[in-house]
């Protein structure tokens, strides 16, 4: 079974300040995605990591694949309450019997106060 | 163009009792997913379709949940009897093809009492 760990598990800043959630595995990953999740609501993919090191920018968000491709961050600069959500990790891959899976972590929840 | 929609979004029930959810994913996506989401964690496979067939329900309790997907469009997740541990978010999710970008539902929340 491929688990994802996230941490923090609760984050609260203040807004303009800058943050870093960490999504770690011990199983490779062929690619791994980021989801924000609003209350009441499914979850919206923000990216998709593909490659062992890629750094991918989504106008504040910094995504960032590990060379091993077991983990991954996202960074974010001048946190706005509108940023306010659960952050959520998944990890794609092929099951030893050939079945795609999508597996998540537990989420970050964020909460950036005005 | 519209989302995955799914019905009802908030279901309160007594435990025993069925509970049957439905979702209706983007038009042209082949795969569905439903999902469990517990509070405080991220969402768990239950079932996913290929068209009409079910692919991978390794993880579905196949003692009280039933999943079906006629024609390939429309699923319906059904729980009998429910149980005080079934109360959660269940999301559905669609897809053009199997390893393609998922689009989620708003989800249904049951509460069982």
């Known amino acids: 079974t491929q688990l994802l760990e996230q941490s923090p598990q609760f984050l609260s800043i203040q807004e303009g300040e800058n943050l870093t959630v960490y999504c770690n595995s011990s199983s490779v990953f062929s690619s791994l995605q980021w989801y924000r999740q609003e209350p009441g609501e499914g979850p919206v993919l923000l990216v998709t990591?593909?490659?062992?090191?890629e750094v991918k920018k989504l106008k504040r968000l910094t995504f960032q694949f590990g060379d091993a491709r077991k983990d991954s961050s996202l960074h974010i600069t001048a946190a706005q309450p509108g940023d306010t959500g659960l952050y959520l990790c998944a990890g794609a891959g092929y099951s030893g019997a050939g079945s795609y899976q999508l597996t998540f972590g537990k989420g970050t929840k964020l909460s950036v106060i005005p | 163009e519209a989302g995955v929609v799914q019905s009802p979004r908030y279901k309160i029930i007594e435990k025993k009792q069925p509970v049957a959810f439905w979702c209706n994913p983007i038009s042209g996506h082949n795969t569905l997913y439903w999902y469990l989401q517990n509070l405080g964690q991220g969402p768990e496979l239950l079932i996913r379709y290929e068209n009409e067939e079910a692919v991978d329900d390794s993880q579905l309790p196949k003692d009280r949940f039933s999943a079906e997907r006629l024609k390939g469009v429309d699923s319906t997740l059904k729980i009998q009897p429910a149980e005080l541990g079934d109360s959660a978010v269940y999301l559905c999710?669609?897809?053009?093809?199997?390893?393609?970008?998922?689009?989620f539902g708003p989800g249904t929340r049951l509460t069982v009492l």
């Open positions: 990591v593909v490659t062992g090191g």
């Open positions: 999710a669609s897809s053009f093809r199997t390893s393609g970008e998922q689009f």
